[in-house]
């Protein structure tokens, strides 16, 4: 007598044939794999926009102006009005997200900025390159204000790691 039950072989029997006539996994995984293809190329095209850049920035800014505890300084003011600038620039000139970056690259330039006027400078540059002149004058005259030794500046300088 055997220890398996009747009712197992029979269903062994019967799911059999089930498992081998179900065909080819090939086209799920020819499925699968188009899929992700397809969701890389439209998350790509999303990332790739200038809003979405900006916006990643000014998110990472705001962190870290709440670990400093200034959250409402005269300097993300400034910044704001230049991102808001940049973002205008590059949707009036169709700009992609990689071109935005590299508009905005001298914000990140650790050989370049030592000191907070550096980074002024740095904005004024941006500025001028998108051609924003009373932007420009305006962060111009801030620079000649700005303060060395500002908390705000030394941890934005220390998150740019400098």
């Known amino acids: 007598m055997s220890d398996v039950p009747v009712s197992a072989n029979n269903a062994a029997e019967i799911i059999q044939p089930v498992v081998e006539s179900s065909g080819s996994i090939w086209g799920y995984v020819a499925g699968g794999v188009a899929l992700l293809i397809i969701a890389g190329y439209f998350g ?50 169709n700009k992609t997200g990689r071109d935005v970056v590299s508009i905005i690259s001298p914000l990140n330039d650790t050989k370049r900025i030592k000191t907070p ?8 540059y941006i500025a001028n390159e998108m051609n924003d002149v009373s932007l420009a004058r305006e962060l111009k005259n801030k620079s000649k204000q700005v303060k060395s030794s500002s908390n705000l500046m030394n941890g934005l300088l220390k998150r740019a790691g400098i």
């Open 44 to 93: 790509y095209k999303k990332i790739n926009k200038p809003a979405f850049i900006i916006k990643q920035v000014r998110k990472k800014n705001y962190k870290e102006m709440q670990k400093q505890g200034v959250e409402s300084n005269e300097f993300m003011v400034d910044l704001d009005k230049l991102l808001d600038s940049v973002l205008e620039y590059a949707t009036k000139h």
């Open 117 to 124: 006027r550096d980074m002024y400078q740095s904005m004024i």
